[in-house]
Each structure stands twice: as C-alpha cells, then as structure tokens.
C-alpha cells in the first residue's frame, strides 16, 4: 500500500529565509502524481504546488519549489523568502491511477518574525 | 463562483443522533470527494464520486453513507453518530481528468463534534 511521511511534525524559520519541508512515499508504481496544499489557520486546504512523476523536471511556483527524487521517492517543498503568511500546516500528498489521494500528517510551519 | 461550499461550519450531535453534511460545487466538476481530519492523521478519504449517480469508498468509509443525484451536490450523511465520528470535515472537487492527478478545489470545513 501506498504511504506518505512528513517526518517533521514542526519547523521554524526567520522572516525572509529558506526553507525545505521534506515529503518521502511508496509506492510500487511509476505513473503517479504528487501536491503540496497549505492549510492556514482559516483551515482552508490550498494547493501549493503539483509534480507529475514523468517529469523530471522540478515544479516551481513563484517561490515555491520542490525537489523530485523519483528514485529516493523524495518530494521536499522549498520556500524561499519566507513570509508571515507563508505560516501553515503544509500537507503532502500522493495520487496513483487507482484513484487513491494519499495524505501525509503534515508540518506545522511556524515564520519567526 | 462561491467555489465549494459547506454547511455547516460547526455542529454538535449526541451519540446516535443522524445528521447529513452539505456540500455544493459551481464549478461543474465532475470529481468530488469527502475527508475527514483528525490530529495527528492528516486527511483520510472517506467516500468520493466520478460523477452523478456514481459513487464508492475511500479509506474510512464506515458509518457514512453518500449520494450524487446531482453534479453540483455530494452529501454526507451519519446515519448514527459516534464519539469516533468527531473530526474536521473537508469536501473537494476535482475538473475529472483524473482522480490521482487532479488539483482538487477544497471547501472550508465543517467542525464537528459527536457527545
């Protein structure tokens, strides 16, 4: 069965630096999907950033990133210049093509300012 | 467009009492999906729909039952609460090109609590 861990429960980082979430899964497969949502106190899930596995280049949306090691099964998020708003719960998440969403726990992120 | 919408925000159910959980999309997606979340568990599939009139399990999906007579509507019925059913409810839906690789578009959650 499919499986995604976020092994870090909380991390902290200072207004304006970097930061990397860190996301492993597996799987068996070797077509498959895999996102970052943001869930803000307001408890909204938001889609952060979406990786298809066949492409093995890196998904990046403004200063969102990610680092796709398909053969480590790795999926790590990179924010960059970080910012108060950027504090959430950040999800990982694996789809296949037997129409499974797998969740990871989630980070909590915590933007020191 | 509202986007999905979910009602209520919050609820409060004694043990065995049965309640249904709204939840509407304007988007005219196909896909829909429902979640629940616990701490320390992120989000578990409980049932999800391709379309109307169809429908099936996710992960968790004892004692909810679900219907899609509709594309715009997913409801979500307890037809007997339990303490065990007190969680954050998240509906989704999804353009239909493909469950596992859809972005799916979230509503905000119901809160609910089983006494």
């Known amino acids: 069965a499919q499986t995604v861990t976020q092994s870090q429960p909380e991390m902290s980082v200072q207004e304006a630096e970097t930061v990397t979430l860190s996301c492993t899964y597996d799987?068996?497969?070797?077509?498959?999907?895999l996102f970052w949502y943001k869930q803000p106190p307001s408890r909204q899930m938001i889609l952060v950033i979406r990786?298809?596995?066949?492409?093995?280049q890196n998904a990046t949306e403004n200063r969102f990133s990610v680092n796709f090691q398909k053969a480590a099964k790795s999926f790590s998020l990179k924010i960059s210049d970080s910012q108060l708003g950027d504090a959430a719960m950040y999800f990982c998440a694996y789809g296949d093509r037997d129409d499974k969403i797998i969740f990871g726990k989630g980070t909590r992120l915590h933007i020191l300012p | 467009n509202a986007g999905v919408t979910q009602t209520p925000k919050f609820r409060v159910l004694k043990t065995g009492q049965s309640m249904t959980l709204l939840c509407a999309q304007d988007?005219?997606?196909?896909?829909m999906y429902w979640y629940r979340q616990d701490p320390g568990m992120g989000l578990r599939l409980i049932h999800y729909s391709v379309g109307a009139g169809i429908t099936d399990q996710g992960e968790v999906p004892n004692g909810y039952n679900v219907s899609r007579s509709t594309t715009e509507d997913f409801p979500l019925r307890l037809l007997s609460a339990a303490p065990s059913q007190t969680s954050v409810y998240f509906c989704?839906?999804?353009?239909?090109?493909?469950?596992?690789?859809?972005?799916?578009?979230f509503g905000p959650g119901t809160r609910l609590t089983v006494l």
């Open positions: 988007m005219n997606h196909e896909y």
């Open positions: 989704a839906s999804s353009p239909g090109t493909g469950i596992y690789s859809d972005t799916q578009y």
């Open positions: 799987t068996s497969e070797s077509d498959y999907y």
């Open positions: 990786q298809e596995a066949y492409k093995q």
